[in-house]
């Protein structure tokens, strides 16, 4: 549906998957929530990261990046928006449909008009770097440590073969 390698899913989904259980993601979220009230000038006393950095789902994917995947406009983002996000994260099936997209969106940043076929083991390497580092750092700042992106292509044989 979304033209990326299965392999490169499946790499994310193995590096993933088994992580925390959903109810210390739950917790997190509510700290983070708490700890950033959005106050200007508590900011500086904040500790934790903002709420929407908390990843769901067994490919633990971020209420952010699922929300820019999915077309919403983060900073106008309904409570009801974000609770129906986190559930979708939470639920497996559309936890994978939404890290595809993510994965999608990721290998537009530096690859775009690549398809899965056209794609190198290089170019999946820095997707899935991406998918644990972000999209906004620069490809140089990427390749700069793709340790993550390693353990995706460093089995990408046996995931394949899985994959078959």
């Known amino acids: 549906m979304f033209d990326i390698p299965a392999s490169l899913l499946a790499g994310i989904a193995f590096n993933e998957f ?30 934790t990261k903002e709420a929407d950095l908390t990843s769901f789902g067994n490919l633990s994917t971020q209420i952010k990046r699922a929300a820019e ?13 974000r609770e129906s996000i986190k559930s979708s994260l939470k639920n497996p099936v559309q936890n994978i449909y939404i890290a595809a997209k993510h994965l999608s969106d990721l290998r537009n940043v530096d690859f775009s008009g690549k398809g899965a076929s056209s794609l190198t083991i290089e170019d999946i390497r820095i997707i899935a ?11 140089e700042q990427i390749k700069k440590n793709t340790s993550y992106g390693n353990s995706v292509v460093n089995r990408i044989d046996k995931l394949n073969n899985l994959i078959r």
């Open 129 to 139: 770097t991406r998918f644990n580092r972000g999209p906004n750092l620069s490809l």
């Open 69 to 81: 995947s999915l077309g919403y406009d983060l900073n106008n983002l309904t409570s009801e928006q």
């Open 18 to 47: 088994g992580g925390d259980p959903m109810w210390v993601d739950d917790i997190a979220y509510v700290v983070r929530q708490f700890d950033h009230s959005g106050d200007p000038y508590l900011e500086s006393a904040t500790v």
